[in-house]
């Protein structure tokens, strides 16, 4: 199952670093790849292909204008849309079921504003909780129900750093390939 | 238990919009409140401040110079002291004995660089994945993990307006109190 996430109506001014957020919430969390639309915004994108140049993937960082193609394209393949927002079914009612599904997923985030054909076009439109919080939060409780945890013992290939879990401090693994 | 996160670090110019997602996916994920330590932002205050008028609470906004000071008054009140960074034991390790405990709890999340102080002051450094991500998801998922759900059910008191979850579109109960 691969999971892709759409994060949509990006604003430069504004969202520079919660979409950063979002991508790394993403990638720490199990997810495949983010693709990121609304402003065209380069920081963000390199700022994402730096992380995994470092930390490692693979994990896929794409840019697309056109939202609608990219999640009607998706839909067209055989993937499920799935739709993160406070107005829909709560996720402890869904998550089973979506697990369960084999088929890849595309993961949409909105900003502000989503508009309501979103609403539509997804397969599910997904509540992690009814109260106002952040896209950021939403999508890492999702992967992490989603995944039931196994995320936590992802590895990523070609990282040039891992970190040692410790009970204080930091210890930083540096790997070094030929 | 009480949970109450300590967002440490604030910068005015960098953090305004992180902070608010910080204090809105600690409200939503079911923390008491939050104390918020770094600059001084009434803009970030009053914004979480509305959403509990709007939504509902209990939930406690307070900004607080000496992070130091908090730390430490509040484990000689026998609160557990659990900082979140990626450099910490993982997350699935120490989740049960956190939840066994029922010491009120402050969660300190950081921003970009935390003093080493704070390694110390911790009773348990936990990371919510060893990857670099997001104070947002980090606190979000650790809420979701030590609640193990039951945030999702949490009813919020004073709330105007609440959500109906719905399969498509949005439906917003408005509570009118005499």
Redo the contacts between chains.
Sequence with gaps: MKVYVLRMGHRIS??K??TT?VG??A???GADGIIISGDMDQNVLSTLSK?VEV?GGPFTIRYERDWRRVIEDYKRSGWKIIHLT???????DVIESIRMDPSDKLVIVGSEKVP?IV??LADL?V?V??????E??????FL??LFE?R??YKE?TSAKL??I???????ILKLIEG
Tied chains: 1, 2.
């Design positions: 504004r969202d670093r919660i957020h790394l919430a990638r720490a969390f992380i930390w406070m107005y829909g079914i709560p996720l402890p309501g609403y539509k439109n509540a909780t009814s109260q106002p919080h952040s950021v939060s939403a999508l890492a409780v992490d129900r945890g995320e936590f990523f891992k970190i879990p410790q009970e204080r401090g930091k210890k």
